[in-house]
């Protein structure tokens, strides 16, 4: 005599079900956790070493200026020659900013994208599931 195995109620179903989605959820939300701190990470790392390389440029770059005004004294008194190099640093500065600014506005806000499309897929699947 073979004894069938009783199948749960629906109750213990729709038990079940909430219990896995409320674990789903808690899983993608750590797992989403976990990405943000680690792209933070990197780019905290990053952000240090553009800082740095900023840094060391900036005082390249003061070199060369003054090496531009004293070439250009040469030619010119070096108040002229000060002056035409400040307007020329100026100039290309408020380009740079008005690119800068047009990157900026172009970026993408920073999301878990990873953790984003796997709860997509979990979602799907358990749709798929329910209408099973």
């Not at 307007?87 to 970026?107: F, H, T």
């Amino acid at each position: 005599m073979t004894i069938q195995k009783e199948s749960p109620s629906t109750g213990e179903l729709v038990r079940r079900l909430s219990e896995d989605v409320s674990r789903l959820i808690r899983d993608e939300l750590r797992l989403a956790r976990l990405e943000m701190t680690r792209k933070g990470k990197r780019a905290g790392m990053g952000a240090g070493l553009l800082g740095a390389a900023g840094l060391i440029a900036f005082y390249g770059g003061g070199a060369l200026v003054a090496t531009a005004i004293l070439a250009l004294a040469l030619v010119l008194p070096a108040w002229a020659s000060a002056l035409i190099i400040g307007a020329a640093l100026l100039a290309l500065a408020g380009l740079l900013a008005l690119v800068g600014k047009e990157q900026v506005s172009r970026a993408a806000p920073p999301t878990p994208d990873e953790a984003m499309r796997s709860l997509k897929a979990d979602i799907d699947v358990m749709k798929e599931s329910a209408r099973r």
